[in-house]
């Protein structure tokens, strides 16, 4: 469902890099394993650290709703807009075929000019309101284009104009404030809480054309990794995605996924082209942090580490140049051609790390396939004092590492 500029459908492939790819993780966001997907696991997120006004909106979503869904969405439709980005674009001009088959007597005169410019519409997708002063939630890749205006339209049809605060460097998120006040707002839902075969409702501007299309669905899977791209050459990793069968199509792009309640578990990213109703979400967990950060900072503030390394999985740990390692999970830390495994005057780098150590554990959280250690750590807080279990050798150690916040 990705566009970068427009809601293109994006390609579906297998992406492999456990044995070729050295990964630069220097705010928490790696590439391994991932599968391909067109833009647009269940997800299970653990160790969200979030503040009390975020414990505050969490809501039980192992339990039954009597409300009809209809009320449901009549609701929280309110909430949920169509995004237009437009932009002036020039003309290439018009060729007067009548002048060049019968002369100059039979010219017409032509409607556009090259060189001139009108405003075209270069982009749509979805979005909702988190706030009612009008902070909204989108994909990045719908407000990627720098140079477009973007206006928000409303379920009762009405017109506002949006400007963009904040685009994620690390997942596919942006926040957009648009003008005007009390507008209808959503709450967030731990994403943390969901299981497969749970009720969800995905709610967008279907195809650019449908404003608050509805579709029901089940969640399909959690914490998946994807490869998505556009037909444009340009691609993106998303991890810890959820996947549901709700219908997703372009437009849908940064629209809710809900649960029964009405309540945000995730927001709608991609879809697999030439799938049955396999369509994608980012976490709320790790959206709602960046709300919280643009909120109480103006910008959204990451944490990093500050390490190069490979993701050790049980293939990993029997196959290639790697397979004399003692352990089959961890993080391998490895550096590049040219590239140091610890970047000088990172957080790592203060620690004490070394290339060639292995991280088992951070906070005695396991690292491992499911849980990757650009997840643990971008869940993680700039400032927090973090443990680190290291392999080095056959010793085992522990260090300790203080978060910095990642300039992009």
Known sequence: MKNLNQEDLIKIGTVSAVATTLVLVVFGFIAWNYRGAILLNSLEVVGVEVGDDYLSQLADNGKSDTRDLTEVISEVSPAVVSIVATKNIAARGSRDLFRELFGPSFSIPSQESAGESREQIVGQGSGFFVSE????????????????????????????????????????????????????????????????????????????????????????????????????????????????????????????????????????????????????????????????SVEKEGRIVRPYLGVRYVPIGPELSRTGDLSDLPVDYGALILGGEGESAVVAGSPAASAGLKEGDIILEVDDQQINENKGLAQVIRLKKVGQSISLLILRGEKEIKLIAVLQEFKD
């Open 133 to 292: 002063d009008g902070l909204l939630v989108t994909n990045r890749h719908v407000v990627s284009d720098t140079e477009a205006t973007y206006k928000v339209y409303t379920s009762d049809g009405k017109e506002h104009e949006a400007e963009v605060v904040a685009r994620d460097a690390v997942l596919d998120i942006a926040i957009l404030q648009a003008s005007g006040a009390n507008f209808t707002a959503l709450r967030f839902a731990s994403s943390a809480d969901l299981k497969v075969g749970q009720t969800v409702v995905a709610i967008g501007n279907a195809l650019g054309e449908f404003s608050n299309s509805v579709s029901v669905g089940v969640v399909s899977g959690l914490s998946r990794s994807i490869m998505a791209g556009s037909r444009f050459g340009q691609t993106e990793l998303l991890d810890e995605v959820i996947q549901t069968d709700a219908a997703i199509n372009p437009g849908n792009s940064g629209g809710p996924l809900l649960n029964i309640s009405g309540e945000v578990v995730g927001v709608n990213v991609a879809v697999a082209q030439g799938s049955e109703n396999i369509g994608f979400a980012l976490p709320a967990d790790a959206v709602f942090q960046v709300v919280e």
